[in-house]
């Protein structure tokens, strides 16, 4: 079951898009995506053909049948602490100010995730002078509970040396654990009430699989590699993500927003192109899946376009699994 409105067409065909972060702000949906730059990179493990300057953000029309690009939100240039590679971002809303959040390179060549505010969810934004303190990595998802607390969600491997923070410090030279150990998980904090600060040192986030035992490094059908999202399901908190060099968006479920989670299964099988990254947003009553593929372009890694298709519960709280290309 899959592509119910769209029919699997990329959202916008103007601009390359990827990473789509979504959110209903002011009763529309809004999408928050990477901008991918018609350029040629060299490819390799540490991500350098993501080389990306800017974002813009997107809207849907009511029906979900049109979306329209808003233009430059956030520029590289006016971001003082970023050098370069401005990856994932996702958004957020609280008293009147629209938040968002973004990863990049500093000028140590280490990633950070920053923070940009605005009042209208199209943006402009302006960026913080600094990277949020403590903060590391990339991929960053907000989730707001419905107790008004909010939560950052972050990590990814390889490019995005999440592998090279396993002390609490940066150590350019470290690897990740060997096969058989527990594979690393996404880091959590809690936002601070301004929203431009962790409240607390990041967690580190357990999956586990369904008799309690840690998922484990060499499991690469299910273990995490980037992109989170946490969103919550009648009372229960769902943690998608990447598992990268398998290239699907796998599901665990928690009850808790610092997990641990449990292993569950595939929302998402392979598409086009080496990087997978989602969201999930409720909209009138539908849920839907965001997502990214590289058909656009002919199948270029760096070079991706945003899709949207509906997403299905099961009675019991199961994830339908999508094919994102039916025949
Ligand atoms: O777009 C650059 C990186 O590729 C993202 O941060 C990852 O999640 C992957 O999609």
């Not at 898009?17 to 990179?41: I, N, Q, R």
């Not at 060299?42 to 974002?55: A, F, K, L, R």
């Not at 505010?117 to 934004?125: A, D, L, Q, R, Y």
């Not at 040396?161 to 809690?190: M, N």
Request: proline fraction near 7%; include cysteine.
């Amino acid at each position: 079951m899959t592509i119910e409105s769209r029919g699997g067409a990329p959202l916008v065909t103007h601009i390359y898009t990827a990473d789509p972060s979504a959110h209903v702000f002011e009763g529309k949906l809004y999408v928050y995506p990477s901008h991918d730059l018609d350029h040629e990179m060299t490819s390799n493990d540490n991500g350098d053909q993501y080389d990306m300057e800017d974002y813009h953000v997107l809207s849907l029309n009511e029906d979900l049948t049109q979306a329209l690009d808003h233009g430059e939100a956030l520029h590289l240039n006016d971001i003082p602490w970023a050098k370069k590679q401005l990856w994932a971002p996702d958004a957020a809303y609280k008293d009147g100010t629209y938040y968002l959040f973004f990863p990049a390179r500093d000028y140590n060549d280490v990633f950070r995730i920053g923070v940009a505010t605005g009042i209208s969810p199209k943006g402009p934004f302006r960026a913080e002078p600094n990277y949020i303190p403590g903060s590391f990595s990339i991929d960053p998802a907000v989730f707001a509970d419905d107790d008004g607390k909010a939560y950052v969600y972050f990590g990814g491997l390889w490019g995005g040396q999440l592998e090279k923070w396993q002390t609490g410090a940066f150590e350019p030279d470290a690897a990740g654990p060997s096969g058989d150990e527990p594979a690393l998980g996404p880091r959590v904090a809690e936002l601070t009430d301004d929203m431009l600060g962790f409240r607390e040192k990041p967690r580190e986030i357990r999956i586990v699989d369904e008799d309690g035992v840690p998922i484990r490094a060499g499991d690469e059908e299910r273990r995490y590699f980037e992109g989170p999202w946490v969103h919550k399901h009648e009372g229960r908190y769902y943690l998608s993500y990447s598992t990268g060099t398998t290239h699907k968006i796998v599901y665990a479920v928690g009850d808790e927003p610092y997990g641990p989670f449990t292993f569950k299964g595939t929302i998402l099988t392979p598409v086009v192109g080496w990087t997978t990254h989602h969201s999930i947003v409720r909209y009138r009553d539908k849920w839907y899946l965001f997502y990214h593929d590289s058909s656009l372009s002919g199948g270029a890694d760096n070079k991706r376009c945003v899709k949207m298709t509906e997403l299905h519960y099961e009675a019991d709280g199961a994830i339908r699994t999508i094919d994102p290309y039916p025949e």
